[in-house]
């Protein structure tokens, strides 16, 4: 079955510390893969996609992801956190361009 | 997001009452979504839209279902509310390709 993965629920990381939170897809083809975050109480927020091209994306508020087709994997990954990155990302993924499967998320928490 | 919004922010009804959500959007976009939201569970498609009058079932459709009569509108329906429908609920919008979801801010319904 198409879908993804994030195999971390919770992590912690102190404020300007480097961040990567995992993401894994099983998808057929090459798929068009999202990381989207939330803050408490608000939507969710398009981070960053990937769906051809340049396998390292640039995204908003700094971050960045890399697709590793040999890992199935997406990671999302910033090199300083701030205190204001506390919130929960999502790993997200499609085998066309709708119908997006997303993950169960990851809380991360910036400690001081 | 200005271009998508969800009616009502919060409900609470009760089991065996019918519920609707609405989800408004105004950039005239095709493809429409509404997904739930429950701890552990990530976000989960119940049904989607695909343009006027056009609909089909997601991952977790049962006891729901939607309608769309115009391009800005999709209305979602609990048809008898149980307690296990108490969730948050997104409705989202995508224009074409893989720009990725716009998300409502979400609505929160208790069913006690």
């Known amino acids: 079955a198409q879908s993804v993965t994030q195999p971390d629920i919770h992590i912690t990381v102190s404020e300007g510390a480097s961040l990567e939170l995992r993401c894994n897809y099983s998808y057929g083809a090459t798929p068009y893969l999202f990381w989207y975050v939330q803050s408490p109480g608000q939507g969710l927020q398009l981070l960053l996609k990937y769906f051809s091209g340049d396998t390292l994306v640039q995204g908003i508020k700094g971050f960045e992801a890399e697709f590793k087709r040999s890992q199935s994997s997406f990671n999302l990954r910033k090199p300083s956190v701030h205190w204001s990155d506390a919130a929960e990302y999502f790993c997200a993924g499609s085998g066309g361009y709708q119908k997006v499967t997303f993950g169960t998320g990851t809380k991360l928490q910036v400690i001081p | 997001d200005a271009g998508i919004t969800q009616s009502p922010r919060h409900k609470v009804t009760e089991t065996g009452t019918p519920v609707t959500l609405r989800c408004h959007q105004t950039?005239?976009?095709?493809?429409m979504y509404w997904y739930r939201q429950d701890p552990g569970h990530g976000l989960r498609l119940i049904h989607y839209s695909y343009g006027v009058k056009d609909t089909d079932k997601g991952e977790v459709s049962d006891g729901y279902s939607v309608s769309r009569s115009k391009t800005e509108d999709f209305l979602l329906t609990l048809e008898s509310a149980t307690s296990s429908q108490t969730s948050v609920y997104f409705c989202a919008i995508n224009g074409q390709g893989a720009d990725g979801y716009t998300f409502g801010s979400g609505t929160r319904l208790t069913v006690v």
């Open positions: 950039e005239n976009h095709r493809y």
